[in-house]
């Protein structure tokens, strides 16, 4: 008796681990199904733009560019989500009688199934609907839409197996943390693009489309055009790329499979000399903090924020949205040196709910307060942990928002407003803290536990609106000096000023959180003990 065929066998786990996964809670089938359905419905309006923008001019340039913008996406899914797709990572069958060329055709026919290629055929098709002109046009768009596919589907499975290694382990799941930051510039690049196409239209995009239509995938739709056009060498050799580039892709991931099939595997000794790093005395940064508990508390602090996915992912995203949103914006030539505080008021967040990020280990960090001498300590450590990073960098966006803007006469007055915010989100990030404190689940993406939500809310949301109030007195001086003549040459004191009533309000706020923490240790031990 012959062995059944590989291809259904693995299409049909494909299945079950799609069927089984939506079967684990209602919440992540109704996930699940929110998102197919706004995924095919942001297709089926791509699909119907691009068939609206059949013979405007320059479209050609536009759906080279959408095409090679989406392979480019194919590339990176693996390393932002490697968790996405379970068959993702071939090491799964490593104990099992398979060959490269067999397992390679399955996994490659399995990849079809699912949104993310419905979502692409119909980009595709929508695509050649859009340049297509002739019958020529329309037998080589018989061809580009599989072609094109399968392109985008093995350079994410090449991708994905030349970094499992590194995608099964915990440096490599923390690549997902920059999906935040992905997402964010994207949106901001999209937006500008946006813009510029508005006033001068899609022949813009020509200089650029004549490039990428030579790239593996783009190429594919490009030669659409080429054959529409009656250039049909062009067109072929178009093709000829994207088909090129898919046998390459195809033989770099068989011969990839090949090597993590047989290959020992060393995370045991990686590990083995990660635990020897480990166990090595503090050096290098470590050294120029603070003696005592101030310093220890601090590299505990930095130590969160590079070690820990959660905090990592907030600190990342906070770091990328405080500058994309100033910079983006003097970039267009819309902006105000005054977004610079935006900045500071991301950073800020990350004081909220500081004995969240410890979790259940909290009981260890009480054990050592006795005292509101103690817990003020404590806070303040923390707080000089986030100063360390947050003063610089809101420094940093506000001089290169100013520089664009090239508005030097506002610097002095916008790093004071942003010392001022900056200072009045620690303070009451300090005391709700103590007053809100709310448990952020290790597993998973919820960054709340199950019936702390309005603790969240009140804390966040809450505690920027006491700092947007405690800011006023700063706001209402610079409102002054700016409105009134005789103000215009003191405006540079607003730096000093605001420098001096953040450092106030910082001060101010760790001392009365100080007693209310270590009044209600407790009761914060069991709220960040619920994840």
């Not at 994410?156 to 440096?171: E, G, W």
């Not at 803007?405 to 005391?431: C, I, N, V």
């Not at 960054?447 to 804390?459: D, E, K, Y």
């Amino acid at each position: 008796m012959s062995a059944p065929a590989l291809t259904p066998v693995v299409v049909r786990l494909k299945l079950s681990l799609l069927r089984n996964g939506l079967r684990q809670s209602g919440g992540r089938r109704a996930a699940w199904v929110a998102s197919a359905v706004v995924t095919l419905l942001f297709a089926a309006l791509q699909v119907l733009g691009l068939v609206a923008l059949r013979g405007v001019d320059g479209v050609e340039s536009l759906v080279v560019l959408l095409v090679a913008v989406l392979a480019l996406g194919w590339a990176v899914m693996p390393l932002f989500f490697p968790g996405g797709d379970e068959t993702l990572d071939p090491t799964r069958l490593v104990m099992l009688p398979l060959r490269p060329r067999p397992l390679v055709r399955a996994l490659l026919v399995a990849s079809l199934v699912g949104i993310g290629p419905l979502f692409t055929v119909c980009l595709l098709v929508g695509s050649v609907f859009a340049v297509a002109r002739g019958a020529a046009a329309w037998a080589v768009g018989v061809l580009a839409v599989p072609l094109a596919l399968l392109v985008c589907v093995a350079l994410a499975r090449a991708v994905a197996a030349a970094n499992v290694r590194l995608l099964t382990s915990r440096k490599g799941r923390d690549l997902a943390v920059l999906s935040g930051l992905v997402v964010a510039i994207g949106a901001q690049v999209v937006n500008f693009g946006a813009q510029r196409l508005g006033s001068g239209g899609l022949d813009q995009l020509d200089p650029v489309a004549d490039v990428l239509g030579w790239l593996p995938g783009a190429s594919a739709i490009g030669a659409v055009h080429a054959a529409g056009e009656g250039a049909y060498g062009i067109a072929v050799a178009r093709l000829a790329v994207s088909a090129g580039a898919l046998v390459v892709l195809l033989a770099l991931w068989s011969r990839t499979l090949t090597r993590l099939m047989t290959a020992p595997d060393g995370s045991t000794l990686q590990a083995a000399g990660d635990s020897a790093v480990r166990d090595r005395p503090s050096t290098g940064f470590a050294r120029l903090l603070p003696a005592g508990r101030t310093g220890t508390v601090m590299e505990r602090s930095l130590r969160y924020i590079w070690r820990d996915p959660k905090t990592k992912a907030a600190w990342v995203t906070s770091l990328a949205i405080g500058l994309i949103v100033p910079v983006f914006n003097a970039w267009q030539g819309t902006g105000s040196v005054y977004f610079a505080c935006f900045a500071a008021g991301m950073l800020g967040i990350q004081m909220y709910n500081q004995f969240g990020q410890d979790t259940s280990a909290f009981w260890m960090v009480a054990m050592t307060i006795s005292s509101a001498r103690d817990a003020y300590a404590e806070l303040r450590a923390r707080a000089l942990a986030l100063l360390l990073i947050t003063l610089p960098y809101a420094a940093l966006v506000t001089v290169l928002t100013t520089a664009m803007l090239d508005d030097w006469t506002r610097l002095p007055e916008a790093l004071g407003l942003s010392f001022a915010l900056l200072g009045a989100m620690l303070a009451t990030g300090a005391w709700t803290s103590a007053r809100f404190p709310y448990s952020v689940p290790q597993e998973g993406y919820k960054n709340v536990a199950p019936g702390q939500v309005g603790l969240a809310w009140i804390s966040i949301f809450g505690g920027m609106m006491a700092a947007a109030l405690l800011c006023l007195p700063v706001i209402a001086l610079t409102l002054w000096l700016n409105l009134d003549d005789a103000g215009q040459d003191l405006r540079w004191l607003l730096l000093p000023a605001g420098t001096a009533y953040g450092a106030l309000l910082t001060f101010g706020g760790l001392r009365l959180a100080a007693p209310r923490t270590a009044a209600r240790l407790p009761e914060i031990v069991m709220a960040v003990s619920k994840g």
